[in-house]
């Protein structure tokens, strides 16, 4: 039986492959220095923020290369109406 943190897992790595693959389709540039250009942001929107938590809390859990791939580009992480229910999962 698999428990709510494989699940996650499961989840965040796909959110992480869609950014991987998205970066590279669309030629988005690494985000600068001071991160006013270039980068991506991932947003969360109520019960949707657990999923963006869990690609920055879980990415220690990724491949290495696929984290050493992102990490130039990921600016921030946007929770929007962040849900009380995040809190307890």
Known sequence: ????KDFLKQRALEVALFMDK?????GVPKASAGGTE????????????VTGLSVVALAK?????????LEPYF???ILYGISHITSLL
């Open 75 to 77: 600016k921030s992480l």
């Open 38 to 49: 270039g980068g991506i942001a991932l947003a969360g929107w109520s019960i949707g923020n």
């Open 1 to 4: 039986m698999k428990t709510k």
């Open 61 to 69: 859990d990724f491949p290495k290369d696929l984290t050493d791939r």
């Open 22 to 26: 998205f970066i590279t389709q669309n």
